[in-house]
């Protein structure tokens, strides 16, 4: 089997340590002898189990994610992809991504970055460099009425 890459492997002990974290939290909950008696009393519960459940939402999801992007055929299916595109991709390598769920707390995933191939960038600031100094050439040199 492949190796994982470290923060492949990081962020999957990560989101690990928070499932766990979070089902005992909710055992915790679960097991406390809680008696309600007021409402206020109820929607404090309500809170802390609402924030218990998103926890572990956040964690799963991230989990079931990093697991996706793992997958050999989405992985073969990504290379088709950018075979397929119509401009020059360049593979910039693995990058941290972080996703924040609509319920739950935010996560990381590691991925493969795939970026457009472009023109090369000190052509272009050179040319409005020199734009500019024409710009200043011809305002100084400029006969003024």
Same mark, same amino acid.
Request: hydrophobic letters at 35%; a positive charge; one cysteine or more.
């Given at each position: 089997?492949?190796?994982?890459?470290?923060?492949?492997?990081? /962020?999957?002990?990560?989101?690990?340590?928070?499932?766990?974290?979070?089902?005992?939290?909710? /055992?915790?909950?679960?097991?406390?002898?809680?008696? %309600?008696?007021?409402?206020?009393?109820?929607?404090?519960?309500?809170?802390k189990?609402?924030?218990?459940?998103?926890?572990?939402?956040g964690?799963?999801?991230?989990?079931? %994610?990093? /697991?996706?992007?793992?997958?050999?055929?989405?992985?073969?299916?990504?290379?088709?992809?950018?075979?397929?595109?119509?401009?020059?991709t360049? /593979?910039?390598?693995?990058?941290?991504?972080?996703?924040?769920?609509? &319920?739950?707390?935010s996560f990381?995933?590691?991925?493969?970055?795939?970026?457009?191939?472009?023109?090369?960038?000190?052509?272009?600031?050179? &040319?409005?460099?020199?734009?500019?100094?024409?710009?200043?050439?011809?305002?100084?040199?400029?006969? &003024?009425?």
């Open positions: 089997m492949k190796e994982l890459a470290p923060s492949v492997a990081k /962020n999957l002990d990560a989101l690990e340590v928070k499932i766990n974290d979070s089902l005992t939290e909710i /055992n915790r909950i679960r097991e406390a002898c809680i008696l %309600v008696k007021t409402g206020q009393e109820l929607e404090d519960l309500e809170s189990i609402i924030q218990a459940t998103d926890k572990l939402a964690a799963l999801l991230g989990q079931k %994610v990093q /697991n996706s992007i793992m997958n050999p055929g989405l992985k073969e299916e990504g290379s088709k992809l950018t075979k397929v595109f119509p401009k020059n360049k /593979n910039q390598g693995p990058r941290d991504i972080d996703i924040q769920p609509s &319920r739950g707390e990381t995933v590691s991925s493969t970055y795939i970026s457009q191939k472009g023109k090369c960038r000190k052509k272009k600031s050179a &040319r409005v460099f020199i734009l500019s100094w024409c710009y200043w050439v011809f305002m100084i040199a400029a006969p &003024r009425s």
